[in-house]
């Protein structure tokens, strides 16, 4: 019923002070209910299958509002949560592949960024090398979210071709009054970095915790302070 509606989060990179990307959030705005968060209807679209639907319509409605800004004058990455089912799911790069060539979003310029917990790649890690190598002759980048919070194994770091590392807001939270978080914190910044992969931490609500950010090192940072 073109209830479901995307909005934006801004990304901002540390260095710059700049917004440098964005990551899409599902809401569904019920007509009853008001404005939903994805916990209360993604858990049903994956028993269900609808989640396949749904995945095809952030796909289309990314790409258009990306070909949007692009069109202003705007060079923004859009980053796109995908669930287990949709990211084993074979049509997944077919969908990639017609919406980028529909909306002329092609090679280095696609601007899209896949999100998939570890968990996800750790389920069958050579069918997610095959899926993520794929994608990435797309021009699909890939991050792993919510990092620290599932296997955390270290070795598809090395294997997999993973661009981005976003840190779980559950470390960021407290991370400035407390010393174990900052250490994690710390500690998965120069191991990103020295991967080569780039560190966004999500969760970011204070000042402080920015500015520590700041200090450690952090690339981009995302969260009710800045949006």
Not at 75 to 97: C, E, T
Request: glycine residues 8%; contains cysteine.
């Amino acid at each position: 019923r073109e209830e479901f509606v995307l909005h934006y989060q801004p990304k901002i990179g540390l260095k710059s002070g700049r917004i440098c990307g964005v990551e899409a959030l599902i809401r569904w705005n019920h007509p009853e209910q008001g404005l939903l968060s994805p916990a209360h209807f993604i858990p049903f679209a994956e028993r269900s299958g609808l989640i396949h639907p749904i995945t095809d319509w952030v796909i289309q409605t990314a790409a258009q509002q990306c070909r949007e800004w692009q069109d202003a004058g705007f060079d923004l990455s859009v980053a796109l949560n995908v669930a287990a089912s949709s990211f084993h799911n074979p049509k997944l790069l077919q969908r990639f592949r017609d919406t980028l060539g529909d909306h002329r979003l092609r090679g280095s310029s696609s601007r899209f960024e896949i999100e998939i917990t570890e968990n996800i790649l750790m389920a069958d890690v050579e069918h997610g090398s095959r899926v993520l190598n794929q994608l990435g002759e797309l021009g699909i980048t890939v991050a792993i979210d919510d990092f620290g919070t599932g296997y955390s194994s270290l070795a598809y770091l090395k294997r997999l071709p993973i661009h981005s590392i976003k840190v779980d807001k559950s470390f960021i939270l407290n991370m400035a009054s407390d010393d174990n978080d900052a250490t994690i914190v710390r500690s998965t910044i120069d191991l990103a970095h020295n991967l080569g992969c780039k560190v966004i931490a999500e969760g970011v609500e204070t000042t402080d915790t920015l500015d520590l950010l700041i200090s450690l090192g952090c690339d981009d940072a995302q969260g009710f302070l800045m949006g």
